[in-house]
């Protein structure tokens, strides 16, 4: 019985090695590699945060102008944002029937290929090549360039004094940031429900201030799978790292729907926190991610 609960606990431990804290704490010294050096918080930034802005802005309006006819209730309320919007999917439509000889409506497309028509890739899970790792993400299709947002880390965002004990009992899946902000990117049980709660609160009218769809197979913002991908390994060198971005006031409101992040405490006023994966270097379809899990700062 002794043996059978001990292999149980190894199989276990191989699968969560991967993650944060507790690999962290027995190989910071021997594992030296797989740590990225920080001096100071403000070098945390591999790109800047004007490039990270604008990836996500070019990904969220293309995913809003394909989800357009379901848009009615957002756009009634924002007529100067809705001429923006229809003058470029006037010019799309154009480019459309010139390219594809398509005179008919609008075509549609699933969040997967809109990622591929806008940033030349796309991303996905599957099972990791690292034994017991369980799932990995992977490069589906395209090619990603170094130095380019290929993912995100979806969650609800916890700052320092903010309860977290419960969510965090055998829950693999807690970012830390670098000034001690915590993001819970579980997709399952109690860390679910808090989520769906939050989003439920924020919710302003038609307007949603986070997108749930992370918690299902079928994310509408497929960039919101950064939760799953595993840390470097001797065998499997780093080829993203994180980065944190906090998403600026003047950030469009009917674009918020495409977050994966809420915070915990709707009361407090600050930037919501995101954390975004940048690639290393150039990474091919078919590749696995794999990060530098531990930011240390001196």
Request: hydrophobic letters at 35%.
């Amino acid at each position: 019985m002794g043996w059978v609960l001990l292999r149980a606990l190894r199989r276990r431990w191989a699968a969560y090695k991967y993650r944060f804290v507790p690999w962290l704490a027995l190989n910071l010294r021997r594992q030296g590699r797989t740590l990225r050096y920080v001096p100071e918080s403000s070098q945390d930034k591999i790109i800047s945060d004007e490039d990270v802005f604008e990836t996500l802005l070019k990904t969220f309006k293309a995913l809003f102008l394909n989800d357009f006819s379901r848009q009615a209730d957002i756009l009634a309320l924002l007529p100067e944002v809705k001429c923006q919007y229809l003058e470029l999917l006037t010019w799309e439509q154009k480019w459309s029937k010139v390219t594809s000889c398509n005179h008919g409506s609008q075509q549609v497309f699933s969040p997967e290929e809109v990622l591929l028509n806008t940033l030349g890739f796309t991303v996905g899970r599957d099972q990791s090549s690292l034994v017991s790792a369980g799932t990995g993400v992977f490069v589906t299709k395209g090619f990603v360039p170094k130095g380019t947002v290929v993912s995100m880390y979806p969650g609800t965002v916890y700052r320092k004094h903010e309860p977290i004990f419960f969510q965090s009992l055998g829950n693999p899946f807690i970012f830390r940031c670098i000034d001690g902000i915590l993001i819970d990117g579980n997709d399952k049980g109690l860390s679910r429900s808090v989520y769906r709660s939050c989003r439920r609160r924020d919710q302003l009218g038609p307007f949603q201030m986070s997108d749930e769809s992370w918690l299902t197979d079928a994310p509408q913002n497929p960039l919101a799978v950064g939760q799953y991908v595993n840390n470097c390994s001797h065998e499997k060198a780093a080829n993203v790292c994180y980065q944190e971005f906090d998403v600026p006031e003047h950030f469009p409101i009917e674009l918020k729907q495409y977050l994966p992040n809420i915070v915990y405490n709707h009361d407090v006023e600050s930037h919501l926190r995101c954390v975004v994966l940048v690639t290393l270097r150039d990474i091919k379809q078919g590749e696995e991610l794999f990060s530098n899990y531990y930011t240390v700062v001196r």
